[in-house]
């Protein structure tokens, strides 16, 4: 921004357009997907009964990973969208 602000401009001009906002809530998905995993298999190596359980510790991951997203992906997407079709 110091260098050229033109050229700042012109990029977060590139990043509000609606791919740009669907790769953003692409990757916020991986990663707390990634993250709820990650606790699940330290569950499974850790927790003596964890191997037992390692299926419904896969749908508990899955569901609040859901609980999660999908309030993010409304407020995102509405917003992404909002601003492509000339909102704020």
Same mark, same amino acid.
């Given at each position: %921004?110091?260098?050229? +602000?033109?050229?700042?401009?012109a990029?977060? !001009?590139?990043? $509000?357009? +609606?791919? %740009? &906002?669907?790769?953003?809530? =692409? @990757?916020? =998905?991986?990663?707390? #997907?990634?993250? #709820?995993? &990650?606790?699940? *298999? ?5 927790? $003596? $009964?964890? +191997?037992k359980? /390692?299926? /419904?510790? @896969?749908w !508990?991951?899955?569901?609040?990973? =859901?609980?999660? %997203? *999908? +309030?993010?992906? *409304?407020?995102? @997407? ?5 601003? #492509?079709f &000339?909102?704020?």
């Amino acid at each position: %921004m110091r260098v050229s +602000p033109e050229a700042y401009t012109a990029v977060i !001009g590139a990043y $509000k357009n +609606p791919i %740009m &906002g669907l790769g953003e809530a =692409a @990757l916020v =998905a991986a990663i707390v #997907f990634h993250a #709820f995993n &990650g606790l699940r *298999i330290i569950a499974v190596d850790f927790w $003596k $009964k964890g +191997p037992k359980y /390692q299926r /419904q510790l @896969l749908w !508990g991951v899955l569901a609040l990973w =859901a609980v999660t %997203m *999908i +309030p993010f992906l *409304i407020r995102h @997407l509405t917003i992404v969208f909002s601003n #492509f079709f &000339g909102g704020n």
